[in-house]
């Protein structure tokens, strides 16, 4: 008995001190103080940002900018903060700004491009009245920098999938396609509208749209262009169509060679997985669809080499996929 009183005398949790508590508390307190603080003063330099906005002064502005990219750039808490002050007039007022000199364009950019990173402000973004006529016409425009970060906004906006359709109305499928044609970007640059088309093609009818505007014919340009990362996101995109029947359609009956030509990926892969995966999953899908391309593909001895190579040294996916090509060479 004495035992067992000392044992729960050792082990039963004790009672802080009253002083401890009142230290915790105030500890507690004091936090709290410093984040509304902290949220005070982030409020007020918000509201003076934006009031400097209205401003005639270049430098004002730009410096006013630079400091809501920093503001934005540091937590999902300060952009929403920036978005709710005076009933969410700050995106309407950095749109206006989009039309003005290169460098305020892209300090606006960066700025909605910011505030796309948090989930609840896509769709208001997004649904905002001219912001992606907006975005169509910068990435059709000759500022690499500008483009890619309007590429990388519409990117940001349409992983929410409601967003999806209203890209693919209001023409920027076209728009994206356009700019891969005619502007002959930098490389990094032609990586952001090829990643904000990929995201698109997820949803059905902008897929109908990509293939309506030559979309295949596009992507195989930049496939067959030989360079790795972005043959592999083209031929993420192509498979994407293929899913679809216009796509497949567009890549059987509309396509010349297109067996042949990606054997040539195949070969020219070298490591590539995702060129590996890219080539393989069209080929599959081809090879379904239309007896002529599996024709096609027995009249061509080294798709046989390149596929058993595939089906051993490839990628998982692209492994999987060469076998099943295998066998269906096998049966054909």
Sequence with gaps: MYYASLKHAIYA????????????????????KQINNGNMKIRNTICECVSQLESDDFETKEKALETLVSITKASPSNRNLLVLHNNNIIIPTILTLLTNTPTLEKLSLSILFNLSLNHNLKLT???????????????????LDSTRLAASLICSLAM?????????????????????????PAPHVTHHLLTSLAELAHFHGNCTLAVRGGAVDVLLRIVENKVDDL????????????????GLKALV??????????????KLAAGSSRCNEGATEILVRVFDESEECLKEAMGL?????????????????AREKASLLLKKLDRG
């Design 13 to 32: 949790p004790r009672p802080l001190p009253a002083a401890a508590d009142s230290y915790k508390a105030n500890t507690y307190i004091e936090i709290i």
């Design 125 to 143: 973004l997004a649904h905002t009245p001219t912001a992606i006529q907006h975005l169509n016409t910068i990435i059709l425009s000759y500022s």
């Design 160 to 184: 929410l999938d409601k967003n999806k359709a209203l890209f693919g109305v209001a023409n920027t499928i076209q728009a994206l396609l356009k700019a891969l044609v005619s502007q002959h």
């Design 231 to 246: 043959s592999g996101t083209a031929l993420v995109i192509l498979g994407l169509l293929a899913r679809f029947e216009e």
């Design 253 to 266: 009956t509309t396509t010349p060679n297109i067996v042949a030509r990606m054997l040539h990926v195949l």
């Design 301 to 317: 001895p080294d798709l046989l080499f390149v596929l058993a190579e595939v089906s051993v040294t490839g990628s998982i996916p």
